[in-house]
């Protein structure tokens, strides 16, 4: 006894009509605006999730990044761009030295929760305390203690004036 099959493809011409309609400029638009949804919410459940290491107050960084998150671009029906324009997520995505802007001479390390998120101008009452020798800044040593103090408390911190 034998048993013939007749095996048709009818999966092939209707997969390659899809892959036809998906090539268009409507499928990229859709695409990268996908993609901008994702990390817009991406980025809420980051502002969600991650409260500030210190315990002080929040900044918003996540909300402020997801506010930028720009609209997609599609110059050509082969590719779209989304963008994140906030220059500070550029610094935390990759990384490098922190320098003050032209015109300054230092940055404002905050040293408690009233500092955090100000400029150091910004506090009459404050000084800025930098201990120098020639070429680094000096670690101080804890009076109370005799051991030194770490690279950030000794580099720029704002004191209360007595």
């Not at 090539?23 to 809420?44: N, S």
């Amino acid at each position: 006894m034998t048993i013939n099959l007749n095996i048709s493809d009818t999966a092939n011409p209707a997969i390659a009509k899809m892959v036809a309609e998906l090539k268009g400029p409507q499928f990229i638009t859709a695409a990268a605006g996908a993609v901008r949804i994702e990390l817009r919410d991406f980025f809420a459940g980051l502002e969600r999730s991650r409260a500030n290491k210190q315990g002080w107050p929040r900044q918003h960084f996540w909300a402020d990044v997801r506010n930028t998150v720009q609209n997609p671009i599609v110059p050509d029906p082969s590719f779209a761009t989304v963008s994140i324009t906030d220059k500070r997520y550029r610094q935390r995505l990759e990384g490098g030295f922190i320098r003050p802007t032209p015109g300054k001479t230092f940055l404002t390390i905050p040293a408690n929760e009233k500092a955090y998120g100000h400029r150091a101008r910004e506090f009459a009452t404050c000084i800025l305390d930098l201990r120098r020798t020639d070429t680094a800044i000096s670690p101080r040593r804890s009076l109370k203690t005799g051991r030194r103090k770490s690279a950030t408390d000794a580099s720029a911190r704002m004191v209360r004036a007595r």
